[in-house]
């Protein structure tokens, strides 16, 4: 039987998923929307998920890394974008001509920052990184105002914001998100005093946004709750979120093999009667990870992948759907006939958790865009 459609494997994306999540984050926080879109979008591509996001209501957005700042920017997305991660010095001057905001957490940028701004009109616009207790980036709390100081009075440089992250906002346990929040409470009451506070304040995730109120200040850097999926196990989503994000494909080939057939690489698998197996065009080449225990939607019924996972192909094992034939859809990710493997699902069987999952989707996937 001849394959239908134009992909072997695919994402689907719901726009219309990603707006309704904004406008979700929009209400629960009534702060403004940050859409976190860094790694390809958490895989649901970087500037079809801006565009979708800044439908839905988002006023900024935020990326690791000045690459995907220019990328949304040749995209022809033209508002605020901040770069939560180190700027290289060799592209300061790049993102300042195109109105990028960076993060800033010691002297050296402020200085690179305002040397790049040397001779012209344009200004750089700086967030300062408090690290308040993610043990990662930031300034030291008690050294937040000097370098607030330093902004204040260097030509070419503006203070638009300040900020911090949480390390344990998806955490039932409140207390050590507490615990920066009063951190990053001090440094604000210290810069407010010293009249140094920026305008844009920001401290919230995904997690806080929808957990701590009192966190959200105003402006919210959500990512996975754009995308609608769960924060945590621990921290799920509201009712009102939806995922956005399905992943399919069509088996390439559906037949009954012999008994003792040995299927795939090293013959993990041998069929023990007569077994009808389909061949689908997904592998490790595109994400899905070479580990047992994976099972996909047919038909409508969950069905165990069987053999090593290939490359490009995996075998499934369809003695439980006797009307499967080559052409018919297998979901990897998604809703089938009412079953549903959710991306947590997944996460669950290969040992890691859902941001993992979809940061993991290979780029050669086709995305197919709805909505
Ligand atoms: C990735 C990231 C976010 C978004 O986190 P989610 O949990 O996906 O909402 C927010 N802030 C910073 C600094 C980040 O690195």
Known sequence: MPLTGKHSNWLEIDRGAIEANVRQCLERTGAQVMAVVKANGYGHGIVPLARAAVRGG??????????EAIELRRAGIDGPILILGATAAGRVQEAIGERI??????????EAAAAATNGTNERARLHLKVETGMGRLGIEPEEAVALARRI?????????????????????????????ERQFAQVL??????????????????AASLSRPSATFNLVRAGIAICGLNPSPECPLPEGFRPALAWKAQLSQV??????????????????STERIGVAPVGYGDGYRRVPGNQVLVGGRSVPVVGRVCMDQIMVQLDS??????GDEVVLIGEQAGQ?????????????????????????IPRVYRG
């Not at 988002?58 to 690459?67: L, Q, S």
């Not at 037949?255 to 023990?272: F, I, K």
């Not at 759907?321 to 080559?326: C, D, S, W």
């Open 321 to 326: 759907v006797p009307e499967a034939r080559a």
């Open 255 to 272: 037949r009954l093999m012999p008994p003792g057939r040995g299927v795939s690489y090293g013959h993990q698998y041998v069929t023990r």
């Open 189 to 206: 009451a210290s810069l407010e005093a010293a009249g140094l506070r920026p305008g844009l304040v920001h401290a919230a995730n995904s």
């Open 340 to 364: 549903r493997i959710s991306v947590d699902d997944l996460a669950a069987r290969w040992g890691t958790f859902n941001y993992e999952v979809v940061c993991g989707l290979s780029a050669r």
């Open 152 to 180: 204040a009075s260097t030509p070419g440089v503006i203070l638009e914001g300040v900020f911090t992250h949480f390390a344990r906002a998806d955490e039932s346990d409140p207390e050590p998100t507490a615990a920066q």
């Open 101 to 110: 905001s960076m993060a800033v957490w010691d002297l050296g940028h402020v």
């Open 58 to 67: 988002a006023t900024w957005c935020g990326v690791a890394r000045v690459e």
